[in-house]
């Protein structure tokens, strides 16, 4: 009974925003919705980090005999949920301002709530059949977000979101009806298939389990499942474009990570044709979204290309199976979180004072908005992996996991990828800073005043982008977190 605790970040935010709809009248007060939106986040926040010191395991309910919903707190779930909390909690609190000339408010942060409980859910997930159930609801409950302001384009954008992720979770479906029958739906470390089952079964199973892990790519926007995140991220409200690109998409890396080392074990597939076609998969990826970041002039849809890149540098350090390569990829996990975070803070605060959502709109605009737009630099420097930020520790951790994989010529071909993957965002990134911040000769200074946005939104953005610097210079803590992890599992 005691693990019941495990279930309370769950439930508590999904009945808190469920609990809107019997007060919305009180909900539609905008002073009433932030304090109450706000308590439940950073109490959110609290009963998760309790839930993971309790630890333990808590079966909920039985779906049949042999198919428990079952909780469990291991070290994914403390990256996960932990990563959850803390970005929703900074999210929901830039929404506070952003969202005050939005309409539909109530509806917005019923599912941002809900969102949130099934996410938690899906990082406590101790079985396959649990976080199928958890991903699947993840995907219907934060639709409504991407489909906020109910435009043509969002419309189209949440449609396509839905349909690219009911095709993936199709796909990976089938990797729960084999392991069911092939091994144990529980996740194990280093995998549980049974061996006198596999016998002469090694390719059908190899074919099932890359379509579970390409289904499950879906949501990381892996080639050639990518299309739905330019179309969906720029269209929702910014707090909603931020989560779904520094948080969502993760869950989508953390299914695939459950599925190859938790319930198929490395050993059965590398070096084989799964590991060379995931390893070029997610190569053609960074590469492809680099690419159509840089010829992108809408802000935020280069953001949601450059997010189509930036996640599946995590896929590549899953693909090299290495010990130092996985260590990279989940250091990759935290800082793209809270780099991307920032990033489409910044591009939603520009847009929500200036109306500017256009990249050469943006001439001047670090004279109007010099917080913001320095935010948005030590992002772009963090997200291209200038020491000492964020992204230089994991991509160097990423590249040496590469050299060290002996997957053919693809460990070297792989940090060659990410290098020019490197400079492409320089390209794309810095190159709106210096224009923001050095218009050239022929701008019109007398036109400058002050626009950056009030505190609720400046905050979340300031504490992230210390985040980028404070991460990357003392990043030890966490490096030695994820090699315990990455040993453990291989």
């Known amino acids: 009974m005691n693990d019941f605790i495990l279930l309370v970040p769950i439930l508590f935010p999904a009945v808190a925003g469920l609990f809107t709809l019997l007060i919305k009248k009180l909900f539609s007060n905008r002073s009433f919705r932030q304090v109450y939106v706000c308590v439940v986040l950073i109490a959110t926040l609290v009963l998760t980090i309790n839930a993971l010191l309790h630890g333990g395991t808590l079966v909920v309910f039985n779906l049949t005999s042999t198919l428990p919903i079952k909780l469990k707190v291991d070290e994914m779930t403390y990256l996960f949920n932990i990563l959850v909390s803390v970005m929703w909690t900074l999210a929901g609190i830039y929404s506070f301002e952003y969202m005050k000339h939005e309409e539909n408010n109530e509806s917005f942060y019923l599912f941002y709530l809900l969102t949130e409980a099934v996410l938690l859910g899906l990082g406590m997930a101790a079985n396959f059949m649990t976080l199928y159930l958890f991903y699947e609801f993840m995907t219907l409950l934060s639709l409504p977000l991407a489909l906020h302001t109910r435009t043509k384009e969002a419309i189209s954008g949440g449609l396509k979101y839905l349909f690219y992720s009911i095709f993936g979770a199709s796909l990976a479906l089938l990797g729960f009806f084999f392991m069911n029958y092939y091994g144990n739906i529980e996740f194990v470390k280093g995998g549980t298939l049974i061996a006198s089952k596999v016998a002469n079964n090694e390719g059908l199973l190899k074919t099932i389990f890359f379509l579970t892990i390409l289904g499950f790519s879906a949501k990381a926007g892996m080639f050639p499942l990518h299309g739905w995140l330019p179309s969906a991220h720029p269209v ?175 460990s070297y071909v792989g940090p060659i990828v990410l290098l020019v993957s490197a400079l492409l965002t320089a390209g794309y990134l810095f190159t709106i800073s210096i224009k923001a911040f050095l218009p050239g000769a022929d701008f019109d200074y007398k036109t400058v005043k002050k626009q950056d946005p009030n505190l609720y939104m400046i905050l979340p953005m300031i504490l992230l982008a210390a985040a980028c610097v404070i991460l990357g210079t003392y990043a030890t803590p966490l490096i030695e977190f994820f090699s315990k992890i990455a040993t453990s599992i291989m």
């Open 236 to 410: 929702a409200p910014a707090p909603a474009s931020a989560v779904l690109s520094g948080v969502i998409t993760k869950a989508g890396v953390l299914a695939i990570i459950r599925v190859i080392y938790y319930q198929v074990g490395v050993d059965f597939i590398r070096g084989t044709w799964v590991q060379y076609a995931f390893m070029i998969l997610t190569l053609i990826t960074v590469f492809m979204g680099s690419m159509l970041a840089f010829d992108e002039n809408v802000l935020k849809k280069r953001l949601a290309y450059s997010s189509v890149s930036q996640v599946s540098y995590v896929l590549f350090g899953i693909s090299t199976m290495h010990p130092i390569g996985f260590v990279g990829a989940l250091l990759q996990v935290v800082f793209h979180s809270i780099t991307k975070n920032l990033l489409f803070m910044t591009a939603g605060s520009i847009i929500y004072k200036t109306h500017k959502t256009q990249v050469d709109e943006l001439k001047g605009i670090g004279k109007n908005m010099p917080i913001t737009m320095w935010c948005f630099t030590i992002g772009g420097l963090a997200l291209v992996g200038i020491p000492p930020m964020t992204g230089f520790v994991s991509k160097w951790y990423l590249a040496q996991g590469a050299l060290n994989s002996g997957v053919s010529i693809l």
